[in-house]
């Protein structure tokens, strides 16, 4: 069986094209344990292989390392056969190995074909645009890849975005392609589009890297998968010989309740309410339409939905962050339309953010200062201004003891040095411990080990049971589902429907994520 | 108002023109691979001092001019390398490379005997091209012509895609394989070249001596010049004219009988101060910078 | 992970000051060297002259008071993230302000405060547009502050030559009034009481920034925005409170000059008494890190290099522009972070040779 590129080198399918052997990476100092530990991995010619893990499993680190990005620490990378070592990407990509990462490596501002040419190993003052444009328009037309070379990236949407990811890669003729989690910014049915090509790429006689931590993913492209944990390998399997629970197992350990039993709370009180809203940055989408939403007293609400599709901008206009574009929101009975941050939060919204390091915590500043960030000016904390050390120090701790955040020294600690679970410990007990009316939570749990996620699931149960609002933005649909009395679905700037969370349809609302209109029977 | 007083103005004008250009083309190189240079004053006052030095001791104007490039590339290469491979701040390096031009420049010239204020002779300036209406400093239509060249640079070559993506992307600049820091420290000693041929143009062409105070602010001009532009060489050379008419205008009040009497001299020396406050407030907003302008970049 | 005990974290950006200073005085030995002088007799004769004697101790911190202020005005604004580079033209507005109120012929009491406060609202005056200006058109501050620097330059120039005009002395100002003069502390010397005006301005910054609300809003907007907003803190608010009260500093610090240096007790033209009093303020900010008490003593130790280094101009024949050289390298070592790294590594390296 031979297949020949187009100007590649003649492969056997099945030949392995690149092999780690006991691979190792450590960062001293920073981690405990080794990120990896003695990690076995190869690919082949012809095929998809599957890297699955959670967050912070490796992943990333295993690409990186294979790709050139990082230095390995100890054991032995071989590209056909032959010992290799690279020290920077581009001898990785000069080996025929290349990666797309996860995060979009490209300049906004430039034009596919400018972004292709940043890559190029061409004369200083040559300008090779127009032969650029014309091989992009042929990989385009081998790999069904839709993409103008002489549009603005910035102007593309995120799944043609991650397109021309691809095509900077394949632009060099790779044989191995690693994709660190490419499916993160796209519907589901981008992905699928998306699978058609790594497939087409595949059986051109290129070996595919794909991580994910997506089971529907992973059946739907994989040829083999091997399962990592906390930096070990649990084992290589063709994907024939799996099954979803065997794989789900491995992966995550045990499984997460469907739906956590609580007790109804009656309230008719509206804590959230907006009308026809139209959150500040997406009234230029097409079709945008206003957004309606209505959260009562004492309920969760989730709202599920592929990242980048309108929660960022929907989270900001109900915190204060940024004013929508038009229509109005309601807190509690009163019109907050185009009200500062602070009103928001003196009427009681609280707001765990997703970026939590870039917003949700100055990391300069002491832990004690950080856990008043929002109380400092109010009293018992200061009086006329002046700052109380004191009553900024007992409430600290409180905050510190209850929510078990490791920190070595209140005054002397610069949140900086913290690690993410324990930044994301603070936040929470600095944004529920005055049993707020409202809470705007996004991707509360993510990082946090499995007994922090559970407590969190309890606080937030807790909260409700006092009547607080909840608005839980998550990616993790295991989460919204657990959790949610109702679940509303966001697609593209729009509330795609809204289902009751107790025996909701995973997929009805898988369908709503990428689109769809079906109603919930 | 008779014609030869417009051909003066507009003569006075281009030589003003020149050294706040050719700052702002520098900056330009280097604001577009991620750098922020608030040094560049200090760059002109080394240049010029560099430029009459050179001069002086070869007997040439082009030694001169060349010496100020020189010794820009120098400076350029300490800000660079302070800002890459050593990660220091761009902001504080800056600041102390103007410090450091207002004190050796003050200390040369009081070593050099004359304190304050040394001039250049003659034979060694840089020889200018009569026009018959007027003469011409050689320095106007290469000016223009590196205004041309770096826009072609930037926009038209491989090398311009690397510069300008390691400013607006550093990380995906990385990935690709190109090297940032070497990129960066490449457009800082470029950038230096451009300031210290500046510098040089102000003592051994336009003034013909070297003061403590002869840059006046133009490095600081040139970096709004470059905010007007929003990075195009093209438009900081249509600034820099616009400038220097305002800074010729400004030369040619106050010698001019009749209205010095009227505005004070020290009013029209605000001038080209203002105006470059209430261009630069006009402008903002409509222009875009690099993304990672003035952040440092580090390999995560 | 052994995290490291505070005093050596507090220790860390003093030693990185030292050796800064290390590195500006052996840099402007070689350039001694270069130009002929002997760099001992020079050093020895600095070292004398600043502090050798009651007499030049007075004179150090003479040269140090508006030094702190003039810090302040910088390092208040790099807390809050703003680089105000403005101090140096609101300083002449401050000293010409205080100056004018003495047309005002105000009674004993009240004069030296009215002076006072005329010279920080000034000084507030001259800063506001560069505040207006970065809100209302984003225009940074580093280009704004410096094209009113040098429109100040000119406003003053003005001023002495054509509105606050000594009638006996065409070449300055008129002179503050006697009742508003500093208290002269030694009789000899020119410290003025102006230090410990300067003294408690230090006291009150400090406690604004790390004892007040403000002071918390300040710092956290200075460190990210981003937070700061979501923490319900107005960014703008801080960058119109950080340039008003830099503002008000920088104009109490041409107050302190003009009022408190015999023996015109006026502002002379060419601004020679004022000139680079902001700019090296920038200096005096950088090496004392930007905090109220590291200012202090790295205002001492620019006074005394001023001091010491018209000594030295006499003495060896250094000129007092090697200062300025001294000065300015110091600031470069300052910008890199890595440079108590590299002298240790550099250190590590020689003894690993031998």
Redesign the interface.
Known sequence: MKTRSDSGPVLDKGDVLLEARGLSKGFP??WEHLILDQLDFDVRSGEVHTLLGENGAGKTVIANILSGYYEKTEGEIRVKGKLVHFRSPREGLAHGIAMVHQELMLVPAFTVAENIMVGLDAPLFSYGIAGVEKRIQRLVERYGLQVDPKARVEDLSAGQQQRVEILKVLFHEPEVLLLDEPTSLLTPSEADQLFVVLRAMADDGKGIVFISHKMREVFAVSDRVTVLKLGKTQGTCQIAETNEDELTRRTFGETVPDYMERPEVAHEELALNTIEMVPSGLEKKPNSQGISLKIRCGEIMGLAGVSGNGQTELIEAV?G?VPPASGEVWILNADMTGR???????RGVA?I?ERRR????????HVA?NVV??D??KTPF?KN???RHQQISSHAEKIVEKFNALV??LW??ECR?LSGGNIQRLILGRETWRKPPVIIASHPTEGLDAKAIRHTWELFLALRAEGSAVLLVSEDLDEIMSLSDRIAVMFEGKIMGIVDGKGADREILGHWMAGGTASAA | MELTHLWGILFISLHAMVPITLAAIGETIEESAGLFN?GLEGILLFGALAGALGAQASGSALVGLLTGMGVGALIGL?FGT?STS????Q???G??????????V??M???MGA?GFHSVAREVQVPLIPLGVGNLSPLVPITVAVAIGVWWLLRRTQLGIWIRAVGENPAAADVAGIRVNRVRLGAAVAAGVLAGLAGAYLSIDWFGAVTKEIT??RG?IA??IV?FSGLNPLLALLGGFIFGFFDGLATWVATYPGIKDII?W??V??MP??V??AV???M??RVRFPSALGVPYLRE | ?S?PS?WI?NLTPITESLLAGVVGLVIGAF?MLA?GYNPLAAYRSLFVGSVGSVYSWAELFANATPLILTALTFAIAMRGGL?N?GAEGQLYMGALAAVSVSLLHLPAPFNWIVAILAAMVAGMIWSLPVAL?KL?????E???T??????AH??A??LI??VLTDPQRGERTIAVSESARLTRVFPDATLSSGLFISLVTVGVIFFLLW????G?EI??VG??P?????????IRKQVLRVFLIGGAIAGLAGAIVVMGRPPYYAVLSGLPQLVNLG?DG??VA?IGRNHPIGIVFAAIFFGGLMTGGRIMQFDPGV????????????????????LRR?FFLARERLAGRK
């Open positions: 100092g920073v915190t962050l500062t941050p602070k009103e928001f939060i003196e707001h953010p870039e917003i949700g915590i100055v990391e300069q500043m200062e960030l929002k400092y000016r200061s201004t002046v700052l070595p020294d002397q600690t040095i | 608030i300490v302070i050593l990660r220091g701040s902001l504080i390096s600041v102390g490379i103007n410090l450091l031009a207002l004190g050796f003050a200390l010239l009081s070593v304190p006046a602010g600081f970096l709004a905010v004070p020290q009013f020396a605000m101060y203002v470059t406050l630069v407030a006009g903002i907003g | 992970m995290s505070s974290r350039i130009f680089f580079i200006l209302g058109r984003g225009v940074h580093v280009i704004s410096i094209m009113f620097n040098w429109i000119f406003f120039f003005y030559a054509n004892r007040t609300s403000t918390f710092r956290s460190y990210n981003h937070a700061s907003h979501y923490a319900g803190i107005s700019f920038i200096g950088m000129p007092f522009e090697l200062v300025r050289v001294i000065q300015g390298v110091i600031i470069l070592a300052l910008a890199i972070p890595e590299l």
